[in-house]
């Protein structure tokens, strides 16, 4: 995966750049293209254009990224459980 690396880190928010889920300004840009065109001809084309191809792609590598992200499989009251028994662990190691 390009751009995605998985460190070991003491925050959560340090294993994947934010950017790579920034998707208001590349939306906002297309809505007001629409918004703003006359026919349905050029919706279409704005539709194909490469601006569009790479907010899909980044909607994939935003999935892939959270697809890979430890825990995500489990359940809201699993991941606080896990995290209460790793707090534990580490009292305990202290």
């Known amino acids: 995966m390009q751009g995605y690396e998985h460190t070991e880190s003491t925050s959560e928010l340090d294993?994947?750049?934010r950017e790579e889920f920034s998707f208001l300004p590349h939306v906002v840009q297309l809505l007001d293209?629409?918004?703003?065109?006359?026919?349905?001809i050029e919706i279409r084309n704005m539709?194909?254009?490469?601006?569009?191809?790479?907010?899909?792609?980044?909607?994939?590598r935003c999935h892939q990224i959270l697809q890979?992200?430890?825990?995500?499989?489990?359940?809201?009251?699993?991941?606080?459980?896990?995290?209460?028994?790793?707090?534990?662990l580490l009292e305990q190691k202290r």
Do not use: C, I, Y
């Open 15 to 17: 294993r994947f750049p």
């Open 33 to 40: 293209k629409v918004s703003s065109g006359k026919n349905e």
């Open 47 to 60: 539709v194909r254009t490469s601006k569009t191809k790479k907010l899909k792609e980044k909607f994939q």
């Open 68 to 88: 890979e992200l430890p825990g995500a499989d489990l359940s809201r009251e699993e991941q606080e459980d896990l995290l209460r028994t790793e707090k534990e």
